[in-house]
């Protein structure tokens, strides 16, 4: 077994604490990673203090993983000693449903092993994620990252790269269409990089004012206040497509009513709360209301990819683990461009 370092949450009040585990021993298929970076996502303060009520404890967060690879099983073909590799929100699935086989593994039907907060395919062995110093991982279920990029910015690709993309794909953003992207935090600026990447005309909804300038430069051409009366009315009708990022509770029928004929809103932010949608807010012109959860293997990889051909990244303040506690309020509050990401050089000399 291999001694590892980390951070975890002893509880739901628990501060995030210096933690010693082991992983297991890299077998033929397996990559070993050094962790370089890891991004901090919303649900890592979700799981972190129970909001879900599915936390199991200790529990080490983070799914935004970027290293290098420092040992490569003997059967594996696609990674080398040295290479850059990164892991996303899942580490293992059953490989055998038809979501599985069909390269949409985040749907496994009978065991999703996640990253952090779950058990592996034994359903026993717990998971423990990427505040941690290194991690062992099949390389089926691993991602290349591309040359080039600056790694901190690249490791929250990994899951509000993913979100924002697969949507977007899904129902075929192309240039020239209208998207609207609701909420400018973690996933709204990435689903606002990429939509404009793809060639939509881009309009941010927010609640804060102060980020027009920001909306403005990642590519959105317009920007409104969702608070201000009547701003929201106004706009009935004119969009193809909605990106709602937003965990909060907010009105989903304002924003199903800005869609045209046969428009889709797409939701990948995940409110504590059930949201109310009025049965007419999508008779109206026959509107599409759908989720969308990460992406397969496949096409996280496609991702990584395109972000690398395109040149985009994440927005982000790096900051080293024993700062976890601060970044945890400051995301909660919003008060962050756009998405942390710890060093976890600096981790080093920590003990559990």
Known sequence: MLKTTGYAAEGPTSPLAPFTFERREPGPHDLLIEIQYCGVCHSDIHQARNEWGNSIYPMVPGHEIVGRVARAGSGVTHFREGDLAGVGCFVDSCRSCRNCREGEEQYCENHLVATYNGTERDEVTPTYGG??????????????????????????????????????????????????????????????????????????????????????????????????PGRLEALAGRFDFVLDTVSARHDLNAYLNLLRREGTLALVGAPEQPLEVHAFSLITNGRVLAGSMIGGIRETQEMLDYCAAKGITSDVEVIPIQRIAEAYERTVRSDVRYRFVIDMSSLKGTSG
């Open 131 to 228: 505040y941690s110093s290194q991690i062992v991982v099949d390389e089926k279920y691993a991602l290349r990252v591309p040359a080039g990029l600056p790694l901190a910015n690249v490791a929250p690709l990994l899951c509000a790269g993913i979100t924002t993309y697969a949507p977007l794909r899904r129902f075929k953003v192309a240039d020239g269409q209208r998207v609207g992207v609701v909420g400018l935090g973690g996933l709204g600026h990435m689903g606002v990089k990429l939509a404009a990447s793809m060639g939509a005309e881009v309009t941010v909804f927010s609640t804060s004012p102060d980020k027009e300038r920001d909306a403005r430069a990642l590519g959105a051409q317009d920007f409104v206040v969702a608070r201000e």
